[in-house]
Nanobody, 124 residues
Framework: QVQLVESGGGLVQAGGSLRLSCAASGGTFTNYRMGWFRQAPGKERDIVAAISRSGATTYYADSVKGRFTISRDNAKNTMYLQMNSLKPEDTAVYYC?????????????????WGQGTQVTVSS
């Protein structure tokens, strides 16, 4: 069973950048497809980006395309989310998720393992 720990959240002004990290332990990292989700107050948890086991295949929500980049370093058992040109509407708790398998997943219910979340706040 894999354990996930996010880091890198914080407060940033609109137009700024942050890089989130998700460190995995307790499993073979390359067996897991991964994803970033976010949840704003009063809203559902939604997909932000997802990545395949090798990193060759990625998926982005339309709202972050061209601004966010998902990546993973399998040698370090870590996944990243580089967030540029941040907007106030990006404010949310960001979660990383993992699931054993091959095909990239985009639905919350499809992921078995979750981190505790990290807060990202973008001020206007």
């Amino acid at each position: 069973q894999v354990q996930l720990v996010e880091s890198g959240g914080g407060l940033v002004q609109a137009g700024g950048s942050l890089r989130l990290s998700c460190a995995a332990s307790g499993g073979t990292f390359t067996n897991y497809r991964m994803g970033w989700f976010r949840q704003a107050p009063g809203k559902e948890r939604d997909i932000v980006a997802a990545i395949s086991r090798s990193g060759a295949t990625t998926y982005y929500a339309d709202s972050v395309k061209g601004r966010f980049t998902i990546s993973r370093d399998n040698a370090k058992n870590t996944m990243y989310l580089q967030m540029n040109s941040l907007k106030p509407e990006d404010t949310a708790v960001y979660y990383c998720a993992a699931d054993y398998g091959i095909v990239v997943l985009t639905r919350t219910r499809e992921y078995d393992y979750w981190g505790q979340g990290t807060q990202v706040t973008v001020s206007s």
